[in-house]
């Protein structure tokens, strides 16, 4: 725990997305709230069909969703939420021309019926 999902748009074509990962699990390391580094799985998805709003001109997306166990306060969500957001503002150029909206959702995920093991 905790599971990071990013979902970028394939025209952000200079998006690096390992160290993007890579940067975003030190963050949540950081934060201090995981038991072990070994505990965080991020993975990226690259969105080819999408479309943000209406108008014409070219628009992009990163968005994160971070799934945790229940049992956090908000405070501690909105840290983590901040954090993460944070990482995304400063890793790197964007396109030209190409307008970005950065987001980050926290999710609480029921603790009673997660299960996990970890093989070898």
Same mark, same amino acid.
């Given at each position: ?10 025209? !952000? ?10 940067? #975003?699990?030190?963050? &949540?390391? =950081?934060?201090? @709230? ?33 799934? !945790? ?10 840290? #983590?939420?901040?954090? &993460?957001? =944070?990482?995304? @503002? ?31």
């Amino acid at each position: 725990m905790p599971h990071l999902h990013l979902e970028y748009t394939a025209n !952000l074509t200079q998006l690096d997305t390992d160290k993007t990962l890579l940067r #975003l699990n030190h963050a &949540l390391v =950081a934060s201090g @709230q995981f038991g072990a580094e070994f505990d965080i799985k991020s993975r990226a998805h690259k969105v080819e069909s999408f479309r943000v709003g209406t108008g014409l001109n070219e628009r992009g997306f990163v968005a994160v969703r971070l799934a !945790l166990l229940s049992g956090r306060s908000a405070q501690v969500k909105k840290q #983590l939420s901040e954090s &993460l957001l =944070a990482v995304l @503002q400063d890793i790197g150029d964007w396109p030209e021309g190409v307008q970005v909206q950065l987001s980050v959702e926290v999710r609480d995920m029921d603790r009673d019926t997660y299960s996990k093991v970890a093989i070898g």
